[in-house]
């Protein structure tokens, strides 16, 4: 169904719209708010500013103060009384302007959201996400270019979701908030304007599967996050050189879907991993050992990873493109695996 | 009236007494693991709060937490179970000594993290005010707490949001190791609520009826007025920091300074100037009955099974 939205070749006659990321994330919120009466927004600019990236649009005047909660800079403070919250019964969402300033918060993440559940033994749950922009924009400089995603994924008792496509974005934000886990929600600034088809009527998208986007034959390319449409871009190049690659989108981190990804690596026996994250004790490496160990026979050349080199992010154009995972770098890796 | 309130407040601080002296005797003898932090002389601090609130109200504290949790009602079974990693213990031995919970009374633990449960329980707090309940959250937080980011923006937002929450530090005088004069630039420890700006109050720990009336203030502009307010309760712990601590940082005289005003001996004395002394001592013995009890029931009690290590993860 998602890969049929993405390429827009939905044989459905009904006429499907195209909308924008923030709306696909304000649909997905206010639908669920108005489900759902212990559904709040807190976070800063989430309300008389409409969102630092207008994913809140509207919501304030809808919903009004008692619903849409516009908090100080304090993220540990708003993420604490969000996860409170959540312990007593609401079911928060708490918007990081950025996923960097969420570094503030991080305690009452993992050592709060994330260990309730099996220090109570399962008498108190902490239904809350945390949704926001992660990774690199264009020349934000080092301290507000974080990709965390990984970083989350590492945590137990969290779920890790980081979708690309505006339908993935509104099913999944839709089930992360209906979810009785904490869920770490993951969006991207460079993003929030791309459209995509998002149908009128509600949908879910299960946590926990992931999605081809493209399917190929000669190398399976896993991403998550924004860097599916540098892959998909990038998949449409090898074609024109000769070399057919299947996509898989990830889309959520924790819990992983090893069934799709291995289905996919044991029919084209090669793998690439792009991801933006350093190498080093990363989301990718964890992937690589995986598929390594688990299906070793099904592979015809070690897994490739494409990653984010092992710097600071620079502020200069001419430095960021050379960190950040780039399509030539996945050409030369794919052909590596492929020869 | 007066005679039964007396009996129950003393019979709760006993319980607090017994139950962590015989928790230290087993943590001597290696059957409780991990940290063990007592509440051993703050008795009146806990017991004299959680007995002016309501039912529909949370609980929340730091990781010297078996003192609330058994004022706030808690089992001494499960209690004693959970230091010893029990599967009948009331975090069924996921939680450990720093970590007892108790959901049906509301007490939503004991956290490790200094000072870090100070902004969840504004979000409890929150979470009445959001469902028109007239509840409201009490947190328990030491003195090495107030110098840390979180308990400030807890604060900061339970004055910004009007929150009905109570606050409540209790200053043992001790950071760990650590005196107050090195980590506080005032004795007064409640003036830091004037910055937000919120109401706050003094109270002399080791006087139980001088706790009671302050948390019931604090709980009643909390239920009316959704305000919340900064306690300072200023007490004294007569153990080390943990079990691993022999705390050579302080004085013998300072502590029976302390210990000379006990509020274990104070309302005893009490009970037996009213001519109580039959009712102490059946309470006394009630008590240790209960506690030997709870501590046979955690000795007895199974282990939680291996392959039960990876549940409650996820729901």
């Known amino acids: ?339 | 009236m007066e005679q039964e309130l007396l009996s129950d407040l003393y019979k709760q601080m006993l319980r607090i007494r017994r139950f962590e002296e015989e928790a230290a005797r087993l943590y001597t003898e290696k059957k409780i693991g991990g940290f063990l932090h007592l509440y051993i002389g703050q008795e009146a601090v806990a017991v004299g709060a959680l007995s002016v609130l309501q039912k529909n109200d949370y609980v929340m504290t730091a990781y010297r937490c078996h003192g609330h949790y058994l004022a706030r009602g808690g089992s001494a079974r499960a209690g004693m179970a959970e230091l010893l990693g029990k599967e009948t213990g009331c975090a069924k031995g996921r939680g450990g000594s720093m970590h007892f919970f108790d959901i049906e009374n509301r007490f939503m633990g004991g956290w490790g993290i200094v000072g870090a449960q100070v902004p969840v329980a504004a979000g409890l707090a929150f979470a009445e005010k959001y469902k028109g309940s007239d509840g409201v959250a009490i947190v328990f937080l030491g003195d090495g707490a107030i110098n840390i980011g979180s308990f400030h923006e807890g604060l900061s937002l339970s004055a910004l949001w009007n929150l009905p929450v109570i606050f409540v530090i209790e200053n043992n005088q001790f950071a760990m190791g650590t005196p107050l004069e090195k980590t506080a630039p005032t004795e007064d420890l409640s003036i830091r609520a004037l910055a937000y700006p919120m109401a706050r109050e003094t109270v002399d720990g080791h006087d139980i009826f001088a706790v009671r009336e302050t948390i019931f203030a604090a709980a009643k502009r909390a239920r009316e007025q959704h305000l919340p307010t900064l306690v300072e309760a200023k007490t004294y712990r007569y153990r080390g920091h943990s079990m691993a601590d022999p705390a050579k940082y302080r004085t013998a005289q300072d502590v029976e300074a302390w210990k000379a005003r006990d509020p274990i001996k104070v309302v005893g004395e009490t009970m037996e100037s009213l001519g109580m002394k039959g009712l102490r001592e059946q309470i006394e013995q009630d008590v240790e009955l209960e506690i030997q009890d709870a501590v046979r029931f955690a000795e007895e009690s199974p282990f939680p099974a291996p392959e039960t290590a990876l549940d409650y993860t996820y729901v």
């Open chain 1, 1 to 339: 169904m998602s890969n049929a939205m993405l390429n827009n070749s939905d044989t459905n006659t009904e006429a499907v719209r195209e909308i924008q990321i923030r709306d696909a994330l304000q649909e997905a919120m206010t639908e669920e708010m108005l489900r759902d009466g212990r559904v709040f927004l807190v976070g800063e600019e989430v309300g008389g500013y409409n969102g630092a990236y207008k994913c809140s649009k509207g919501m304030l005047d809808q919903f009004g103060a008692k619903r849409v909660i516009d908090a100080p800079i304090a993220e540990n403070g708003f993420a604490a009384i969000g996860i409170g919250a959540a312990m007593a019964g609401l079911r928060p969402i708490v918007e990081f302007m950025t996923f960097n300033f969420s570094l503030c918060a991080i305690d009452q993440i993992l050592n709060t959201a994330a260990k309730s559940r099996l220090m109570s033994a399962g008498a108190i749950s902490c239904p809350i996400v945390f949704r926001g922009a992660g990774g690199a924009a264009f020349q934000l400089g080092a301290q507000h270019a974080n990709s965390f995603d990984g970083f989350y994924a590492y945590t137990p008792g969290l779920i890790v979701v980081a979708p690309a496509t505006p339908y993935d974005m509104k099913g999944l934000l839709k089930s992360s908030i209906r979810n009785d886990n904490p869920v770490v929600f993951f969006e991207s600034e460079l993003t929030y304007g791309k459209r995509g088809p998002v149908p009128e009527g509600e949908y879910l998208i299960p946590i926990g599967k992931a999605d081809i986007k493209r399917e190929g034959a000669d190398v399976t390319l896993v991403t998550w996050s924004k860097n599916l449409f540098l892959v998909l871009d990038t998949a449409e190049e090898l074609a024109q050189q000769g070399i057919s690659a299947e996509v898989v989108d990830l889309r959520t981190l924790r819990p992983l879907d090893k069934e799709t990804l291995f289905n996919s690596v044991a029919k084209t026996h090669r793998c690439v991993i792009v991801q933006e994250q350093h190498e080093v004790a990363s989301y990718g490496a964890y992937l690589s050992h995986l598929i390594s160990t688990e299906i070793f026979d099904e592979l015809d050349a070690p897994v490739g990873l494409v990653s984010t080199l092992e710097a600071p992010m620079p502020y200069s154009k001419a430095l960021e493109v050379v960190l950040l995972p780039g399509k030539d770098r996945i050409i030369e890796k794919v052909k590596a695996v492929c020869s």
